[in-house]
């Protein structure tokens, strides 16, 4: 079992920056990818981020440039750091975390970008 905990969400203006945490715990030995989702009403989930044990990102092109996805293995932390953010990034964000048949998801944190 793991355990995901976000935060770090909230109402922002259009060009502003949050950064999102999300704090792992339990069997978390061996999780080699960890990520963000997001959904906004009406769509599908979809992948923002992720990032593997060994440092590799990977990003969705709506993303590139403004958002950052980074790890402390010290603190089981995954973090997201979103920059310029636009009305188009308004969703829930969701941390996950995929480990053997198990697909693992935080409890969502909503950002809301808007004027």
């Known amino acids: 079992q793991v355990q995901l905990v976000e935060s770090g969400g909230g109402l922002v203006q259009p060009g502003g920056s949050l950064r999102l945490s999300c704090a792992a715990s339990?069997?978390?030995?061996?999780?080699?990818?960890m990520g963000w989702y997001r959904q906004a009403p009406g769509k599908q989930r979809e992948l923002v981020a992720d990032?593997?044990?060994?440092?590799?990102?990977n990003y969705a092109d709506s993303v590139k440039g403004r958002f950052t996805i980074s790890r402390d293995n010290a603190k089981n932390t995954l973090y997201l750091q979103m920059n310029s953010l636009k009305p188009e990034d308004t969703a829930v964000y969701y941390c996950?975390?995929?480990?053997?048949?198990?697909?693992?998801w935080g409890q969502g944190t909503q950002v809301t970008v808007s004027s």
């Open positions: 996950n975390v995929p480990l053997g048949p198990y697909d693992y």
């Open positions: 339990g069997n978390i030995f061996g999780i080699y990818v």
């Open positions: 990032l593997t044990r060994g440092g590799s990102t």
